[in-house]
């Protein structure tokens, strides 16, 4: 089935350190979300991907949408402790109506 | 304004047993969906309901799972009986974008379900 690939699985970063995690899909997306889900908590939508080649930001988060519509990557600039938590992309396939698949999620501690 | 509400918030119970969890989402959200949620992964469909009429119920297991959303609003997802691998947390999430392709799901706070 259509499956939309996580990587890392883990990542331990020192604060004020970067962060990045990827995400690949076989086949082509409609678009990509991505949420966070701090620990205990429930996933909270960050942003949507609609265009190829889509990047936006948010203060230290910046998320960009490949141009085949088929990756999509998360980075943090100067990680504090209030990003801990898992970061999810899902996706949306072409023909696949409106179901929406998750990624297995990078889970990031930040050490102080 | 009110999130999307699950309950309970934890259930355990023995294996055989039913169980039974609860949805309200959004007031004026068209879109409800049943997520089951193992512990380190993503979320999976189980269901997703467009108003009243389930449209996606391919990963539910219907030998055990049932589920109904009643009026279009509140949501139930049932589990008789329960096995050991049913533990897990299960999510309910809501959207208003019935007929798009795109929009943001507002999760609840989930129902951690232990089968022992």
């Known amino acids: 089935g259509q499956q939309v690939m996580q990587i890392p699985q883990y990542q331990h970063v020192q604060e004020g350190e970067d962060f990045t995690t990827y995400c690949n899909s076989s086949?082509?997306?409609?678009?990509i979300q991505w949420y966070k889900q701090r620990p205990g908590g429930h996933p909270v939508f960050l942003i949507q991907?609609?265009?190829?080649?889509e990047v936006k930001k948010q203060k230290r988060l910046t998320f960009q949408f490949g141009e085949a519509k088929k990756n999509s990557s998360l980075h943090i600039t100067a990680t504090q402790t209030t990003d801990v938590g898992t970061y999810f992309c899902a996706g949306r396939f072409r023909g696949s109506a409106r179901q929406l698949t998750f990624g297995s999620g990078t889970q990031l501690t930040v050490l102080p | 304004e009110a999130g999307v509400v699950q309950s309970p918030r934890y259930k355990i119970i023995e294996k055989k047993q039913p169980v039974a969890f609860w949805c309200n989402p959004i007031?004026?959200?068209?879109?409800l969906y049943w997520y089951l949620q193992n512990l380190g992964q993503g979320p999976e469909l189980l269901i997703r309901?467009?108003?009243?009429?389930?449209?996606?119920d391919s990963q539910l297991p219907k030998d055990r799972f049932s589920a109904e959303r009643l009026k279009g609003v509140d949501s139930t997802l049932k589990i008789q009986p329960a096995e050991l691998g049913d533990s897990a947390v299960y999510l309910c999430a809501s959207s208003n974008n019935a007929g798009a392709n795109t929009g943001e799901l507002f999760f609840g706070e989930g129902s951690r379900l232990t089968v022992l």
């Open positions: 991907l609609v265009k190829s080649g």
């Open positions: 086949t082509t997306l409609s678009n």
């Open positions: 309901y467009e108003n009243e009429e389930a449209v996606d």
């Open positions: 007031s004026g959200h068209n879109t």
